[in-house]
């Protein structure tokens, strides 16, 4: 009896293995493209340049991608992407 005790705790005494987050990397022109068609949708959300829209921040998410930036007026936004890069809003934070 004690070794079947024995056996059960040994057992629960392991650690689960650690998973680490899988982390795919994202074709060049792609986030390109993406960045791109970011600066495009901010700059007709906030009626402005693009040249004056600033992308400064790219995540990768398991299904999806955002895209942080800024205007020259400090207006911050977000331009989300699904996993095949098309874009699907962008919201003003």
């Known amino acids: ?9 040994v057992g629960c005494s392991t650690p689960p293995p650690v998973q680490k987050a899988q982390r795919v990397k994202v074709d ?6 993406m960045e791109a068609l970011c600066k495009d949708q901010a700059a007709k959300r906030y009626n402005t ?4 829209i600033d992308v400064t921040a790219f ?10 930036g800024y205007t020259f007026r400090k207006e911050q936004f ?10 699907l809003h962008l919201s003003m934070r």
């Open 49 to 52: 340049g693009e040249q004056k």
């Open 59 to 68: 995540e990768q998410f398991q299904g999806s991608y955002e895209m942080r």
């Open 28 to 33: 060049p022109l792609r986030s390109l493209n």
């Open 78 to 87: 977000v331009c989300s992407f699904d996993a095949d890069g098309h874009f």
């Open 1 to 9: 009896m004690a070794l079947m005790v024995l056996m059960a705790l």
